[in-house]
């Protein structure tokens, strides 16, 4: 399929769905259904290339749940409505503690100050290395992969932002082109996509 037929058959789908269910449900849908559609995509390449099951990443590992996750608001939507069923009163009150000192420590900063602290700021929703979202996890979380992780934990400790990692070629432009389409149907008030922090602040 050519780039440009895979970013209109995602168009399309995508305003089939939203044109299909009701405003309270749109965003968790549309979110839904994209990774369902990203993941198939990813995995018909991936075997197409013989490369399925070549990631290294494993439950546990955790280093690029450092970064700054950024979602569209169907993914945000998403995420709530999970939250709402699945966490305890407990969960989110540490996840609302987590958020008000992510944003503390990284809102306004520059990139070196928020690499000299990432440390500090796991993903909000990081427990003991292990994603507390992981059935609804953003895009980007199932894009970024490693074909070897230990690159992944040198590059952590080393506090090195444009290491190389080895990875497959499409996952992150098979999912990219799905997360676009979805900040493209249902934008933040100011357009394009949040870090993971500011947009759960503004939902739960
Ligand atoms: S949402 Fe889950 S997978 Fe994504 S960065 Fe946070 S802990 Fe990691």
Not at 78 to 95: M, P, V
Not at 122 to 148: D, G, K, Q, T
């Amino acid at each position: 399929m050519a780039e440009d037929a895979w970013d209109a058959a995602v168009s399309d789908m995508l305003a089939r769905v939203a044109g299909a269910c009701s405003p309270e449900e749109t965003g968790a849908r549309l979110a839904a259904r994209a990774c369902e559609m990203g993941e198939y995509m990813v995995k018909k390449v991936e075997t197409s290339q013989g490369m399925e099951g070549t990631s290294d990443c494993e439950k546990g590992c955790g280093w690029c749940c450092h970064a700054q996750v950024p979602v569209s608001k169907p993914e945000a939507e998403w995420l709530r409505g999970w939250i709402n069923e699945n966490f305890s009163r407990a969960h989110r009150d540490d996840t609302l503690a987590r958020i008000a000192r992510n944003r503390d420590l990284t809102e306004g900063r520059s990139l070196e100050e928020r690499v000299a602290v990432w440390d500090q700021t796991p993903c909000i929703f990081l427990h003991e290395s292990v994603c507390r979202v992981y059935p609804v996890r953003p895009l980007v979380c199932r894009a970024w992969h490693a074909l070897n992780r230990e690159q992944c934990r040198r590059a952590f400790l080393a506090r090195e932002t444009g290491a190389e990692i080895d990875n497959t070629p499409f996952r992150n432009y098979i999912l990219g082109v799905v997360r676009d389409e979805l900040a493209r149907i249902m934008p933040w008030p100011g357009g394009g996509v949040l870090p993971l922090p500011e947009a759960m602040a503004c939902l739960i």
